[in-house]
């Protein structure tokens, strides 16, 4: 075998000279199992997994479809002349709670999720290691959840309590909302589905619930053709699922309208933003399974994610023009004039200066893009905010902490940064009434600049003093 990965391959070559040494022919085998998300798994698990086994060196990697809807075998061939042996990964794509019942009955090595790990689930996998720490969950991509209409209907966007009211039924004619006089039929993912747990968190939250008329899906696709021949239906999906639907801005209170993109959806501006996730037992993930969970986590397997349809965390930079308004800090205008973001926010834990599981992964690809030759002299800024708390100080103190601790991360690997800055909670990009969306305001940005900014002014000077004066998030993008 030829350009084998160090751990994974050799544990698969030792087992083939194992089998040659005993005179006996090597026999199939699966090396492991991913169970869980139909987000993930109908597409992006199966692209990594068939990338990931020809990175190790087996030949003639293939995508099979299984006996049962929604499961997918990966196989190639390994070794050499009259000793071949056949290697499989195999995927089930059934919903995101059934990959955690699947770690909980050890009938699977890996959990696909289109949502966080719940509480209860964390109990229940508790025997294996703490599955909410960073080597148990693991973030493979960024997903948009699309808000889907038919291309005939002339509604272009929503806010989330009116997309709640829709699915509510509150809302059950679409001249409610300048449309045409009909009829609104929804469609859902079902109860299975990390996609239906996302979107109950983030659009029905506690004030509404699902309409019983609502017809019902296990699968992304299959949900958004219905709507593509549905004049009159409104769904949801992955954002990789958008197919022939017509996809809507989303607005959450007091911020603007935007359809997900490649940056809104990266650095988890847009409102409905979510993470896909990898999780596996910590204490007792095999070798093939970290090193394939590395592999969908490299600059490779971010550009497999890329090429399904989600959006990449690999990092790039981007123009984002900020109007001009008292409200808006000079520091952030003058940031906005001169430099460019990078796609990529570091967040917290909730009320805390400390980074999440992902963001230590980011840390690790900001600490790469920096260290390019095109970077090496552009100027870092860092630029911390918070979610409302009870006081407009202690939100100002919490967002520059949050810079620090992203600054100091870079210092210890001796990349320099220019400024970090607080602006508390300026610039919502969720509401901060929404329990399940006001996270994504406590964040760090990062900036580049080909020269330093001269003057820049510290935030307390200028800093609005009553909430209502806030500025919101405006992307031209």
């Known amino acids: ?78 070794g050499t002349g009259l000793d071949l042996h056949t290697v499989s990964i195999k995927i089930a794509a059934h919903g995101s709670s059934t990959g955690f019942k699947g770690l909980n009955s050890m009938q699977t ?18 025997r294996f290691g703490p599955m909410k720490t960073r080597e148990a969950e693991h973030t493979i991509a960024i997903d948009g959840l699309a808000v889907l209409v038919n291309k005939r209907n002339p509604v272009s966007e929503l806010s989330i309590t009116q997309i709640a009211q829709l699915f509510s039924g509150e809302i059950s004619n679409w001249k409610q909302l300048g449309g ?23 659009v029905l939250a506690e ?82 399974v970290r090193d394939f969970i590395a592999f969908c986590q490299s600059d490779v397997g971010q550009r497999i994610v890329e090429s399904v349809g989600f959006v990449s965390q690999n990092i790039r930079s981007f123009k984002s023009p900020v109007g001009r308004s008292a409200a808006v800090p000079q520091a952030y205008q003058t940031l ?44 870092v800024y860092l630029i911390g905010f918070s979610d409302a708390g009870e006081r407009l100080s202690q939100d100002l103190v919490l967002s520059r902490f949050r810079a620090l601790a992203v600054r100091s991360a870079l210092l210890r690997e001796g990349v320099p940064v220019a400024e970090s800055i607080g602006l508390g909670s300026f610039m919502p990009v969720a509401s901060n009434d929404n329990e399940g969306l006001k996270l994504k305001n406590g964040r760090v940005e990062v900036w580049l600049t080909d ?27």
């Open 336 to 379: 906005a004039q001169q430099g460019r973001r990078l796609s990529v926010n570091f967040r917290f834990s909730q009320g805390s200066p400390r980074l999440d599981n992902k963001a230590h992964e980011d840390i690790r690809r900001l600490l790469g893009f920096l260290r390019r030759s095109e970077n090496q002299h552009k100027h």
């Open 1 to 78: 075998m030829k350009n084998l990965r160090f751990n994974p391959a050799l544990i698969l070559f030792s087992c083939l000279l194992l089998s040659i040494s005993c005179g006996v022919k090597a026999a199939s085998s699966t090396l492991f199992t991913l169970q869980g998300s139909n987000t993930v798994g109908a597409k992006l698990a199966p692209q990594c997994a068939r990338a990931y086994l020809s990175s190790t060196g087996v030949k003639n990697v293939s995508i099979y479809d299984g006996d049962v809807e929604n499961e997918y075998w990966v196989s190639g061939i390994a």
């Open 180 to 202: 045409i006089d009909a009829p609104v039929v929804i469609y859902a993912r079902d109860d299975k589905s990390g996609t239906w747990d996302t979107f109950k968190k983030l």
């Open 451 to 477: 020269a330093p900014l001269v003057g820049l002014v510290q935030p307390e000077s200028i800093y609005p003093q009553k909430r209502h004066t806030q500025a919101v998030a405006t992307f031209d993008l």
């Open 109 to 126: 090595d890996i959990a696909m999720s289109s949502r966080p790990i719940k509480k209860a689930e964390v109990q229940a996998l508790s």
């Open 207 to 288: 004030d509404f619930i699902l309409s019983d008329k609502a017809v019902r899906f296990e699968s992304n696709d299959e949900l958004s053709d219905s709507v593509a021949n549905q004049t009159n239906a409104i769904g949801f999906s992955g954002l990789s699922s958008v197919r022939r639907s017509k996809l809507l801005a989303v607005s959450d209170d007091n911020t603007q309208a935007m359809k997900p993109s490649a940056y809104t959806v990266a650095t988890e501006d847009y409102p409905l933003a979510r993470r896909l996730y990898f999780y596996m037992p910590p204490k007792s993930a095999s070798p093939w």
